[in-house]
């Protein structure tokens, strides 16, 4: 019998969640779309309770309910049905169906299977698109699971067509007020865009006096077929680059050019995003965004004697924490740890490339890590900073260390869905918010409680 060569360890608190849950958000963001988990009833119901917790929004995931005797015998039969239900019960346009863990071990063929119930749909009218995406949880992280959707919808979807002047944007997995920024930002360049996806109102939407099973906003589908007659691609994520993703598959198959970067989050990355803007669309960058930039430079000078020196831990999705590790760089904060549950390989990489000229010496990078390899890990560090989502408040708490809570999931405050990361505009708020926290801290553990600083 041939030895491990390593032990195996469990994971104790992951720092990422599983791969449909990406998928299911991916979907939410599309037009008319609902989105469809090939599994158990309880995959479905714990997601539905992640994502509401988080967005305060209501979040229908459909489901084929397997149980034993599906795990056995396959899951064909409920997939079908579930489609149908969700069909004339919902009015869906598109049904993104997305597999678990239990259909993937099992073996069900689900592209064969929705192409068998579309067949036994011949005669009956025109029905709502059906994009498949393979999604176990043990084959990655939720923004694996968000990727791989993101581009089953390019390929499944777009078409080719006469050439628009349309530029495609594939922002990643972003807050909804990042999305409104973005837009706002293009629609100042006048740039024509098409967001994919584009959670902005279904995942923060207007009260609505009656409940809608599908709620307004999202990609139209029309705009996704034409994304292959766009003028570019734009593809936000540096763990991305060299990656097969949607960005990619638009280049191949319909020649789209593509424009890679990182999620523009600080003043460097930001700054880049404008540049591509610029040489996109031939103009400079309109003056209420150099207005912007120009406050948020002068904020780094005023800030700086809070911030210098001071240490922090970064932690969640492998190109959030790239980007916020290039704005914390800037600012004069030394990002110690820099961790991630993702397992790209590209993360180490990554964060070189965006702070390569800006610390004294390189940060360490996890990846893979979980809550119980960063709390080992902060025994030497010792930083004064934690920048990451809810689930490391406990962690903060334990040590008595500020929290700065980005990105997802945030269940323990309130208006989570509306934080903005990017741009200058974001760099300012996440300045703000970790100078504050800075000062508060400083407060709290002042004998005297001293009120000017």
Known sequence: MKAKSQPYVSTTNACKLCKPLGACLAFRGIEGAVPFLHGSQGCATYMRRYIISHFREPMDIASSSLGEKHAVYGGGANLKHGLHNVMTKYGARLIGVATTCLTETIGDDVPMLVRKFRQERKGRGQGPEIVTVSTPSYGGTHMEGFHAAVKAVVEQVARPGAATDAVNLLPGFISPADIRYLREILMDFEIPSIILPDISQTLDGQAQFDYEKIPPGGTPLAAIKAMGASRATMELGRTLFSQDTAGQALADRFHVPLYRQGMPIGLRETDRFFQTLEEISG???????????????????????????????????????????????????????????????????????????????????????????????????????????????????????????????????????????????????????????????????????????
């Open 283 to 453: 103009r400079p960058a309109p003056e209420p965004h150099a207005g912007e930039r120009g406050r948020l430079l002068d904020a780094f000078v005023d800030g700086h004697k809070y911030l210098f020196g001071q240490k922090a831990v970064v932690y969640g999705e492998e190109d959030l924490v790239v980007g916020l590790t290039a704005f914390l760089a800037e600012i004069g904060v030394i990002p110690v740890l820099c961790a991630s549950g993702g397992s790209s390989g590209r993360f180490r990489e990554a964060i070189t490339a965006v702070t390569g000229d800006l610390l004294p010496g390189a940060p360490l990078v996890r990846e893979g890590m979980d809550f119980y390899e960063i709390a080992e890990e902060l025994e030497a560090l010792a930083p004064d900073l934690l920048i990451g989502h809810s689930k490391g408040y406990h962690l903060a708490r334990s040590r008595n260390i500020p929290l700065i809570r980005v990105g997802f999931p945030i269940h323990d405050r309130f208006g989570g869905q509306r934080i903005l990361h990017l741009g200058y505009r974001g760099a300012q708020n996440l300045l703000d918010r970790i100078v504050n926290a800075i000062l508060e801290k400083k407060q709290q553990d002042s004998r005297v409680g001293y009120g000017y600083l």
